[in-house]
Nanobody, 115 residues
Framework: QVQLVESGGGLVQPGGSLRLSCATSLSIFRLYDMGWYRQAPGKQRELVAVVTDGGRTNYAYSVKGRFTISRDNAKNTVYLQMNSLKPEDTAVYYC?????????WGQGTQVTVSS
């Protein structure tokens, strides 16, 4: 059974930083597009950032310039470096692995930005 395990969430003050990690048990991790999504209370889940199997990245407009997604194919892990955090970044952050015919999700990690 495929597992995606997020870590690194927590409580941080506005302007602070966090680094999320998503360790996976995917057998061919390098073939997957990896993404981070988030869901705030009362809102729909939204894409935050994605890194393709070829290493191309794309970001939601709201996080561009503040967040950086990266992947380590040797460790089957994807990361999300979040800087200059704002209260509106508060949400549960989910890791996603996607390739045609396959879609896997982690359980999520809570990120709370508050003073």
């Amino acid at each position: 059974q495929v597992q995606l395990v997020e870590s690194g969430g927590g409580l941080v003050q506005p302007g602070g930083s966090l680094r999320l990690s998503c360790a996976t048990s995917l057998s061919i991790f390098r073939l997957y597009d990896m993404g981070w999504y988030r869901q705030a209370p009362g809102k729909q889940r939204e894409l935050v950032a994605v890194v393709t199997d070829g290493g191309r990245t794309n970001y939601a407009y709201s996080v561009k310039g503040r967040f950086t997604i990266s992947r380590d194919n040797a460790k089957n892990t994807v990361y999300l470096q979040m800087n200059s955090l704002k209260p509106e970044d508060t949400a549960v952050y989910y890791c996603n692995a996607h390739k045609p015919g396959y879609d896997h999700w982690g359980q999520g990690t809570q990120v709370t930005v508050s003073s």
